[in-house]
C-alpha cells in the first residue's frame, strides 16, 4: 500500500509541475526561432545554422532539466517575473502553424507562467551571440517580422 501511495503521489507531482506546451519532441519541431530586440521593432533570425542549434539546445535543455523556481511578486503587479525588462524569443513551428514564447532574464527563463534557473554563463554566452549578430548588421526589418507573425498566426 505504501509503495502504491508513494508511486501515486510522484506521478501526480511529476505531472502538476509537467509542462503541457513543451516536451523534448517540441525542440525537433522548431524551424527558426526570432529574438525579439527590446530597442527597436525588429528581431534576429535564427535558423538552421550553429546559432540556431545552440541556442534551441539551450532552451530545451533549460526547460526540461532546470530546477524550477518561484520568484516573489514584483512590487505593483501580480507577476512574479518581470517580462518588461526580459529578452523575449519566438519559437515558431510551422508543421503546428504555431508559436512559443520564451523570455529570459541573465540567470532566469520563463515560458508558460513558470521560471527556472539557469546558468547566468550560458545565458551571457547567448546574449554575446545576440549582440555580435545585431552589430554584425543582422536584424531584420519590423516590416518582415510583421510578415513572419501573420504568417503563424500572430499580428
Do not use: C
Not at 505593483?76 to 525588462?85: A, D, E, L
Amino acid at each position: 500500500m505504501i509503495k502504491l501511495l508513494f508511486i501515486f503521489l510522484t506521478l501526480f507531482t511529476s505531472n502538476v509541475f509537467a509542462n503541457n506546451d513543451y516536451s523534448s519532441d517540441v525542440a525537433n519541431d522548431i524551424q527558426s526561432i526570432y529574438w525579439l530586440n527590446k530597442n527597436t521593432d525588429g528581431a534576429i533570425v535564427y535558423a538552421k545554422h550553429h546559432g540556431f542549434v545552440q541556442l534551441r539546445n539551450f532552451i530545451d535543455t533549460a526547460l526540461l532539466t532546470s530546477n524550477q523556481v518561484i520568484p516573489k511578486p514584483l512590487e505593483n503587479t501580480g507577476s512574479k517575473f518581470n517580462h518588461k525588462q526580459a529578452e523575449q524569443l519566438l519559437l515558431m513551428l510551422p508543421a503546428a502553424k504555431k508559436w512559443l514564447v520564451v523570455y529570459f532574464t541573465k540567470d532566469q527563463i520563463s515560458f508558460d507562467g513558470q521560471t527556472y534557473s539557469v546558468d547566468p554563463n550560458l545565458m551571457k554566452e547567448m546574449t554575446t551571440m545576440n549582440h555580435y549578430r545585431i552589430n554584425k548588421g543582422d536584424l531584420i526589418s519590423s516590416q518582415l517580422l510583421d510578415i513572419a507573425k501573420k504568417s503563424f498566426g500572430l499580428s
